[in-house]
């Protein structure tokens, strides 16, 4: 059974860093596309970043050049590095991820994975 757990989330002033990890169980972590979901109250998920299997990623506009995608594949642990936050990043943010397909799919939307974590929350203040 696949399980996805996120962590790292908390409360930071604007301007400030946290890092979301990612950690997967009872799965490989080759062959493994990775997404980057954020929700905010009233709002839809919406994708913030993704990892493709080999390795390519993409930025939704808000957040490139601030945030940035790395992988650990011995912990089976995605990251999700945030630098200089904003009040505007303040969400719940999940993880979700795929196997299998091309090897280069970056998936955008919420039915192009197949697993869930269960959110951390990220509070921005300003």
């Known amino acids: 059974q696949v399980q996805l757990v996120e962590s790292g989330g908390g409360l930071v002033q604007a301007g400030g860093s946290l890092r979301l990890s990612c950690s997967a169980s009872?799965?490989?972590?080759?062959?493994?596309?990775v997404g980057w979901f954020r929700q905010a109250p009233g709002k839809e998920r919406q994708v913030v970043a993704a990892l493709s299997q080999n390795g390519r990623t993409s930025y939704t506009n808000s957040v490139t050049g601030r945030f940035t995608l790395s992988r650990d594949y011995a912990k089976n642990t995605v990251y999700l590095q945030m630098n200089t936050l904003k009040p505007e990043d303040t969400a719940v943010y999940y993880c979700a991820a795929r196997w299998g397909g091309y090897d280069s799919y970056l998936g955008q939307n919420t039915g192009d994975y197949d697993y869930w974590g269960q959110g951390t929350q990220v509070t921005v203040s300003s």
């Open positions: 009872g799965r490989r972590a080759s062959g493994k596309a």
